[in-house]
């Protein structure tokens, strides 16, 4: 979904696993009534791409919506991304790619990862663990059983209380109808040169994270160890679940008005 207007900022919204464009309905009317323009991107395997998640290999594959939408930008325009949860990853990666058409990064209890999955430690961080609730992970073998999985999905009993548990019933309702599978290969996110290291062109671009105080997906205290490991410019806190796209719509566009 790509809706444009002539405004202040143009932002770029990317979707976390099992999501898509939808996911932000509630913010771009919010953010298109402030005078802005507003993208969403729907990522390979999500329910806008036309893309089985299982026939994604690759995490570039699964990203290449939106290296596509930022070479396609006119010369000269600077955006805004904001990513949710592993729509972090995303960011990241075109911030690799594309700095100079980035004016900021807006990370929403998202993983940020400098360079994704390198370290163990960065799996321990950006990795949701919940293994407190339970088997909550379908997954599909499309390449048969002897092979690796080809798209995971959380089960539909657990989607409330892990993704939406301070959220309108009719929202983890709508939620739960158009949410995904989403491709393996998201665990396979790398990117960018280690070795430039602070002299990394992704260290030049202004970052601001909004925590999500009572994340059931990406725990508080991993969004914490992500960012006192890669500070970021600005850090504020909502005091909501996971989706504050539809917990506190209101308040989320504050805090990103404010972060400008």
Request: aromatic letters at 8%; charged letters at 25%.
């Amino acid at each position: 979904m790509d809706e444009v207007a002539e405004g202040k900022e143009h932002f770029v919204l990317v979707h976390g696993a099992g999501h898509g464009a939808w996911c932000w309905f509630k913010l771009v009317r919010l953010l298109q009534g402030s005078g802005h323009r507003v993208s969403c991107i729907d990522l390979a395997g999500a329910a806008g791409s036309l893309v089985d998640p299982n026939d994604v290999r690759s995490f570039d594959e699964y990203d290449q919506p939106l290296v596509d939408f930022m070479a396609a930008l006119p010369d000269g325009d600077e955006v805004i991304l904001v990513g949710h949860s592993a729509g972090g990853l995303s960011v990241t990666h075109v911030m690799h790619m594309f700095r100079d058409r980035i004016k900021q990064a807006i990370f929403i209890a998202a993983t940020m990862l400098p360079f994704g999955y390198l370290t163990e430690e960065d799996v321990k961080d950006g990795v949701p663990d919940l293994s407190e609730f339970g088997d909550v992970y379908d997954l599909k073998f499309g390449l048969g059983e002897d092979h690796p999985p080809t798209s995971v999905a959380l089960r539909k009993e657990y989607q409330r209380t892990i993704l939406y548990h301070k959220s309108p019933q009719e929202d983890s309702t709508l939620a739960s109808i158009l949410l995904r599978p989403w491709p393996a290969a998201l665990s396979t996110a790398r990117f960018g040169c280690i070795d430039d290291g602070i002299e990394s062109t992704v260290n030049t671009v202004r970052r601001v994270y909004i925590k999500a105080a009572n994340d059931h997906m990406v725990k508080p205290e991993q969004q914490e160890a992500m960012i006192h490991r890669w500070p970021p410019s600005e850090v504020m806190v909502m005091e909501t679940d996971h989706s504050p796209f539809f917990s506190a719509p209101e308040h989320l566009l504050e805090l990103i008005l404010k972060s400008l």
